[in-house]
């Protein structure tokens, strides 16, 4: 038996097609743009749940962020599909709300790169508690057992520190390409009325 696929691309494609004529006369006429159909927005919503669920973003606790990011990016860029240049709005919307999900995770990390920084430098400098009070009434400190943390900032920031260095090695290499293309008036080559005038003198 043949697998079934969650979202039909030609009727899907036929939607869009229908919805972004009938935004196009509400334009022409000067009415509110109309409001995207169900099966448009269920559409989005099966891609973007479904690509949750596959391995590479299934394991994070924040999948429900990821798939809201995944549905307003998708929704934005609805206006952006053309059915001229592509017949393919399931393949269009999948990597839209791919990226979608990859920003939340940079975003998502980041957050986490910042409290495990802060949390580092506190016990570093013996100011760290967990904001609670031990029975003495002491503030009750925080015990790292594991160099989670200390990995976890480590490994962020030298990231983005590689991430650095490409751009600068990129940002170098394209000012050489530039100085090498650009040819000064000094080391123009003679031509052969320069070579006439020179023998002529």
Excluded at 54 to 83: R, V, W
Excluded at 88 to 96: D, E, G, K, V
Excluded at 135 to 161: C, Q
Excluded at 168 to 189: M, N, R, T
Aim: glycine share 4%; proline share 4%; with cysteine.
């Amino acid at each position: 038996m043949a697998k079934r696929n969650y979202v039909n691309n030609p009727e899907f494609l036929e939607a869009i097609v229908a919805y972004k004529k009938l935004c196009i006369e509400a334009e022409d006429s000067g009415d509110k743009r109309p409001q995207i159909p169900n099966y448009i927005g269920h559409c989005i919503y099966q891609i973007s749940t479904r690509l949750a669920s596959k391995p590479n973003f299934s394991g994070y606790s924040y999948k429900d962020e990821m798939i809201s990011d995944g549905l307003e990016n998708a929704i934005q860029a609805l206006g952006n599909f053309d059915p001229e240049k592509s017949h393919n709005p399931f393949a269009y919307f999948t990597q839209i709300i791919w990226y979608a999900f990859l920003r939340r995770i940079d975003k998502e990390k980041k957050q986490l790169y910042i409290k495990h920084k802060v949390t580092v430098n506190s016990v570093m400098t013996g100011t760290a508690t967990d904001g609670a009070d031990d029975a003495s009434g002491e503030p009750a400190y925080i015990d790292l057992n594991n160099d989670y943390m200390s990995d976890f900032v480590r490994t962020y920031e030298k990231k983005i520190e590689d991430k650095k260095k490409k751009q600068i090695k990129a940002k170098i290499g394209l000012e050489k390409f530039i100085a090498e293309d650009v040819v000064l008036p000094d080391d123009k080559p003679a031509t052969d009325e320069t070579k006439v005038e020179e023998k002529s003198e």
